[in-house]
Structure formats: structure tokens, C-alpha cells
């Protein structure tokens, strides 16, 4: 027998109570000299012994109602045969079986979740008559698919035998948590937490603290892990896929880049990678001549979209054990055009000296002959000028050098980017820095900081600020992590204005609610920003901290100048496009008209048949309306439709990559665990019915105790009754 709370045991002290009481109140018997009590003194010594034993059955009894209640307080829990006779045998268990990505892994045979699958089954087999089990389904979250525990251990059967596996990641602490407080709350029953895992080593990033939590319930609740999986050390997967050239314009080439990685412990030859577009054949491919354990590379594949709209990207390598790896899909919006509004804040006396003239030559990078099918389309206009421009005719609006513009268009110019608009800032000799700050900042939270002070000289060309070339965090400017990319090393900067982000500037007026939050995109080696950007309600504004020409740097004319503007104008036009891939599990979230409020949507998933629908009303959120999603369990690609009015979408999920590590729990790990837990591995001819039948014991009984106690104190009082009756 062990105790629960062990403290309470000091209770027993309260034994001395009623012995005080009984002492205290002892009959004393004085000699009087009276003719009559020599009558009565033959009836006294008769009847004396027969109330000294009276007192003493009572006496015992109340001593043992004081033990029992201070017993039930210290929660005593047997650990053999008779714990289980006297609860029957029963027990009340949560079951948590792990159906991340990593479980999809196969040994030729079966996979990891049928096996765990089957061990769940086994699991419950071996629950006793009357017992009650809950069925959860783990990844990185937790799943209720039986929340509290059931007596129908049939229907938990059939829940266990219809789980579907996800690819999501790995997290169990929090289940661990959450199945220990669920029990806690259950008395009168051994209680029992199974989780059925494979043992990847990412799933376990919180060991200490779930080893902590294990050891402070383990007389309360029985942890049992049963680990199916067979050490495997060989796996390749798709790290990630991305649009390397910002746009991906309709009919003409569009570069992506694919990292693969070798997740195992072997060199690997011969890796072929394919990129494809939709249910198109193969669009390119290149074949790795090989992986050395642990290492990643990059590929560079090339596709063509056919048509504008939203199109499924895939890159795929050959099938290996863990299927769900081999291939990643984002949604990439193909456009047939890109209009640009270019303002010109100093024209020059030529078009060699105009404030735009890299820039114009940058983004129409092909010949005059070629110019007209260019899906890059520029107007250049003055200052002056800008009063007048309809903004809604361009997709993306670029401020070269532009000293101040009328007042009065400064809200349209927020409206404009509020409805999902672009801005491009580069600032010059000529811009009124205090007009900036003071409208686009402080008035309207449009730019992403405010310009500071001059830094350098322009005409000292000796003298220079080198660009970061390593460590590039945003997406724009990530591409440049590859050295096959190219650099930034051989760009001179001679001349910049400070960025003083928003968040660090002493603005007297409050932030917009359609401003987010500023990011860097590119800095100098010294760590001073010199491209910001930050989005404003549907649209985006970057800011440049150097002119667009060479007056204060020479990066127009060093070769990452044209892929840097276009990842840029990627950017920029893409932020309405920004959930539309999305880490596996989360929530997909798309503004829509006005007019589909109120409407139904069905999503089919990449997993299911175009007959399987879910249904999603567009409402109200955040006062605009609204579609959302949020099972997203499956990597791929969705599809959302409306029928009436007529609206379709698409979305990708996908796979957190940690989720290919084959690296599992080492040696001193699990010993670490089976101090705290039962620890099983799965293998041929487990049983792990028998294992448990053997090993289940540790059942508190102190409501048999409080049961005992309250019928003691019942027959105290009759017997108290009787007694005084009798005298």
C-alpha cells in the first residue's frame, strides 16, 4: 500500500482524542454512608464490568473512525489483486495516438500508423469489463475524436480503426498535459494514459518538462508508450519549393527553386527532381549526382503557365518509404500582365540622366521588337503629374526621387494600397523629407519608417557602405542564401538616408489598423537597414533607402539589380496572395466581395474525391467578409467554389520538413522515460494485452475507506443508544 498524499497520515494522531475524552470523563465513585445505597451497591458491582466493556467497545470505535477519515484524506492506493477486487478491476484511460506525417513511414509491409493502430486496439482489448477509455488523435495538435472517456469501448475500436493520418508535425507534450488533468478529475478507477508513438526525436523537444510532469502524476496516473517504429536511417525529402523570379507571367518561363535534402545517414546517388504545373506532363528536371548525409542543395526548374489564375507548382523526387515528403505543392498566381506607374522626381536633360531610366530598363529587360508582347507594362510620368493619374489603372506605383505631391491625394494614395495596391519608394537629392515623414508616416502609417539624417557622401566614391551578403532572412532577398544566386558583394553604396522603422519613431499619431508590422529586407554589412517594407491592408509599401539610379550607389548596374526589383514587384503585388500556401494545419483566411457575404463555399481537399465537399459561409471578420478554412490536415492543393455569384479560389498547404528527420529518441532518452512510464517497442508477436494485464495495478480505494468510515460512525451512534439505554 503507498499513499497519495502522505501528509494527511499525520492525522492518525487524532487517535489520542476520544482516549482524552474517555479518561477525562471516567466514572468516579465516592463513599457515602447511607443505609439505602448498601441495597443498591450489589446491582453496581454486578453491572460494572459489563459498562467497562460497553465503553471500551466504544472507545475502539470511535479511534477507528478517526483513523479511517485521516486514512481516506492520505488517498491510500493498493498494488495488488486486492486494489483491483475492490474497484472491480476498472479502469479510465486516454488514448493518444500520434498520426503526424513521420508515422506514414513504411517498412516495405505496413506503415508506422497501423501499427500503431493495431497496438491501440490491443490496448484496448485488455481494458477490464466496465472500464472507460477517451480516443485522441496527435500531431502538433490535438484532436478529440472520443474527448471524454466511454464505456462503448466498440465504438472506440471503430474510431481507432477510421483514423486518418495527417502530415502535420510532431508536438506530444501538450497532449501528454492535457490527457493527466483529464484524469485527475476521474476517481474510482485505475487510471491509465496510453500514447502510441514512433519515437522521432522531434516530436519530443519538451522531454524534460514531460518527464517533470510524469514523474509528479506517476502515483496518480500510469503513463504507457508503446513506439512502433524500426530504426530507419535513410530518407529524401523536399525541404521547399519556391518562386525564385518573383512573377510568374503567363506563356513565358517562370524559375522556381527546389531544395532536396538527405534526412539519412547514407550518401545517396542519382536524385532526380522534376517540377510540373498542374496535371501537366513534367515541365523540367535535373538529377542530382549526389547527397552526403544531412546535406541539402538547390535546384533551379523552369515551367510555363498556360493560362492566368491560380495553378498548382509540384516538384517531386522518386518514392521512398515516407511517401509524404517526396513531393511539395504551393499555388502560384500567374499573370498576364503588370502595369506600373512610374513617377519621375528629376527627368534630367536626357533620358540617360532621368531619375528612371534603370529602373525602366530593368523591368523591361527584352528589345524594342519584343517591348509590345512584355507582360510588364510602364507608364512614366512627372511629379506634376501625379495629381491627375488614376491609380487603379496600375498595379504597383514607384516614387523615383519625387520631392512632394498635393495634400490632398495622400488618403487616396492609403486607400490605394488599402485595396490591395503598391508602393515603391527610392528616395534622392530632391525629396522633402519632412513632408514624407509628416504624411506618409505620421498622418497615414503608409511607409515603413521615417527618413533620417544623410549618411556618406555621394561624390567620395572611395568611401563606401558594402550590402549584407550572407544570412538574408525575408523572402525577397532569401534567394541570395545560395551562392549560385549570386551576390551583393561588389555593390557600393555611397549615399543613403537612415530608416528609422516606425515602431522606434516618437509619432504622436497612432498606428493605422491597416498597418502591419515593418520588416528588413535588405541591410547594410553594418546592420543599417537599406530596404524595409511593411503591409498595409491588402497592399504593400517598400522603401528604399538609396536612390533608383546611380547618383548614390551602383547597384542598377550590378547584376542583382533586375532579379532584386522583380522579387520586389513580386512582393508587392502578391500580398492578397499571401495565404495562399500555408503551413500544413493552419487557417485559411481570404477577403472577399461584398456580395458573397452570407453565401456557402465548398472546399474539396487534395485527399478526397471531388464528391467530398465541405461547406464554409463567407461572414464577417475583423468587419470584412470573410471565407475561412481550417482543415488542413492534407499537403496540396484545395479548391474553394461558389456557384452563385460565381468565385473560385485555390490554396496550398505545406509539410513542415523537421517532420523527414529520421533521427529518434537515443539510448539514455528512453532509459530517461522508463523511470516515469511503462516503455514498450513495438516488434513480431507483441502482445501488449498480456503485458498490461500483468502489469496493471495501483488503484486508490479511500472511497471504500470513507464508505467504512461512514458505516462505522452509523453503528457508533446506534450502539451509543443501545448502551445508554441498557444503564
Known amino acids: 500500500m503507498s499513499f497519495l498524499n502522505p501528509i494527511m497520515l499525520a492525522g492518525l494522531s487524532a487517535i489520542a482524542i476520544p482516549i482524552l475524552i474517555h479518561l477525562l470523563n471516567r466514572r468516579k465513585f465516592q463513599k457515602v454512608v447511607w443505609a439505602a445505597m448498601r441495597f443498591l451497591q450489589l446491582s453496581v458491582e454486578k453491572n460494572q464490568r459489563r459498562m467497562e466493556i460497553e465503553d471500551m467497545i466504544l472507545l475502539v470505535l470511535r479511534c477507528l473512525l478517526v483513523a479511517l477519515i485521516a486514512l481516506a484524506l492520505a488517498r491510500p492506493t493498493l498494488r495488488d489483486a486486492v486494489g483491483a477486487f475492490l474497484n472491480g478491476g476498472k479502469s479510465v484511460g486516454v488514448l493518444l495516438l500520434d498520426n503526424s506525417l513521420s508515422m506514414g513511414m513504411s517498412d516495405g509491409a505496413t506503415t508506422r500508423f497501423e501499427k500503431a493502430k493495431k497496438a491501440a486496439e490491443q490496448a484496448i482489448d485488455s481494458l477490464p469489463s466496465g472500464s472507460s477509455v477517451a480516443v485522441w488523435l496527435v500531431s502538433d495538435t490535438v484532436r478529440d475524436a472520443i474527448p471524454e472517456p466511454t464505456f462503448d469501448l466498440n465504438l472506440a475500436r471503430k474510431t481507432i480503426r477510421e483514423a486518418p493520418l495527417t502530415d502535420r508535425g510532431t508536438d506530444l507534450g501538450g497532449a501528454i498535459d492535457r490527457a493527466i488533468e483529464l484524469l485527475k478529475t476521474r476517481v474510482g478507477a485505475r487510471r491509465e494514459v496510453y500514447l502510441f508513438t514512433d519515437g522521432q526525436l522531434t516530436g519530443w523537444r519538451n522531454l524534460l518538462d514531460i518527464r517533470s510532469r510524469l514523474e509528479r502524476s506517476k502515483d496518480e496516473v500510469r503513463a504507457h508508450f508503446v513506439f512502433v517504429s524500426e530504426h ?12 525564385a523570379s518573383g512573377l510568374a507571367p503567363v506563356g513565358q518561363a517562370t524559375r522556381f527553386e527546389v531544395k532536396v535534402q538527405n534526412h539519412g545517414a547514407q550518401a545517396v546517388r542519382d536524385v532526380r527532381v522534376t517540377l510540373g504545373v498542374d496535371d501537366e506532363p513534367v515541365s523540367d528536371e535535373f538529377t542530382l549526382p549526389q547527397l552526403s548525409p544531412g546535406e541539402s542543395k538547390g535546384v533551379a526548374l523552369f515551367a510555363k503557365f498556360r493560362a492566368e489564375g491560380i495553378h498548382a507548382a509540384h516538384a517531386q523526387i522518386s518514392e521512398d518509404r515516407l511517401p509524404a515528403d517526396n513531393r511539395r505543392t504551393i499555388a502560384v498566381r500567374a499573370i498576364q500582365q503588370l502595369r506600373i506607374l512610374l513617377v519621375d522626381g528629376d527627368p534630367g536633360d536626357s533620358s540617360r540622366a532621368s531619375e528612371t531610366f534603370f529602373l525602366r530598363h530593368a523591368l523591361n529587360p527584352v528589345s524594342a521588337d519584343q517591348l509590345p508582347g512584355y507582360f510588364i507594362k510602364l507608364q512614366t510620368i512627372t511629379a506634376n503629374d501625379l495629381a491627375g493619374a488614376s491609380l487603379d489603372d496600375y498595379d504597383v506605383l514607384i516614387l523615383a526621387n519625387v520631392a512632394r505631391f498635393p495634400e490632398r491625394i495622400v488618403p487616396n494614395l492609403a486607400s490605394y494600397v488599402r485595396r490591395g495596391g503598391g508602393i515603391v519608394v527610392f528616395p534622392g537629392d530632391r525629396i522633402d523629407d519632412a513632408f514624407y515623414n509628416e504624411q506618409l508616416s505620421k498622418r497615414t502609417s503608409l511607409l515603413p519608417a521615417e527618413f533620417g539624417p544623410i549618411r556618406g557622401k555621394a561624390d567620395q566614391s572611395e568611401q563606401f557602405f558594402p550590402l549584407q551578403t550572407r544570412d538574408f532572412s525575408h523572402p525577397i532577398t532569401s534567394l541570395w542564401n545560395d551562392p549560385a544566386a549570386g551576390t551583393f558583394a561588389s555593390v557600393r553604396v555611397f549615399q543613403y538616408r537612415l530608416l528609422v522603422p516606425a515602431s522606434a519613431t516618437n509619432a ?37 533607402a538609396t536612390t533608383a539610379d546611380t547618383q548614390w550607389n551602383d547597384l542598377p548596374v550590378r547584376p542583382a539589380f533586375v532579379p532584386l526589383l522583380h522579387r520586389i514587384l513580386g512582393s508587392v ?45 463567407v461572414e464577417m471578420v475583423n468587419n470584412a467578409p470573410t471565407l475561412q478554412y481550417d482543415h488542413t490536415d492534407a499537403t496540396g492543393l484545395y479548391h474553394a467554389q461558389i456557384s452563385e455569384p460565381a468565385f473560385s ?35 513480431p508477436g507483441f502482445s501488449l494485452r498480456q503485458i498490461v494485464e500483468r502489469q496493471r495495478s495501483g488503484v486508490e480505494f479511500w472511497p471504500a475507506v470513507i464508505t467504512a468510515a461512514l458505516l462505522l460512525a452509523l453503528c457508533e451512534s446506534l450502539l451509543g443508544q443501545w448502551f445508554s439505554r441498557s444503564r
Request: one cysteine or more; a neutral charge.
Open 649 to 683: 479560389i485555390a490554396f496550398a498547404t505545406q509539410a513542415d520538413p523537421d517532420e523527414s528527420q529520421v533521427e529518434e529518441l537515443s539510448a539514455e532518452q528512453y532509459q530517461s522515460l522508463k523511470t516515469v512510464a511503462e516503455v514498450y517497442q513495438w516488434g
Open 232 to 243: 530507419e536511417t535513410r530518407n529524401l525529402g523536399i525541404r521547399d519549393l519556391r518562386l
Open 508 to 544: 504622436p499619431a497612432a498606428e493605422s489598423p491597416d498597418a502591419g508590422v515593418t520588416q528588413t529586407v535588405l541591410s547594410l554589412a553594418d546592420g543599417a537597414p537599406i530596404l524595409l517594407e511593411r503591409s498595409f491592408g491588402l497592399g504593400r509599401v517598400v522603401q528604399c
Open 573 to 617: 503585388v502578391s500580398r492578397q496572395d499571401e495565404s495562399l500556401n500555408l503551413r500544413v494545419g493552419a487557417r485559411f483566411a481570404r477577403r472577399v466581395n461584398p456580395e458573397l457575404l452570407g453565401k456557402d463555399a465548398s472546399f474539396t481537399s487534395p485527399r478526397r474525391r471531388e464528391t467530398t465537399r465541405d461547406l464554409r459561409r
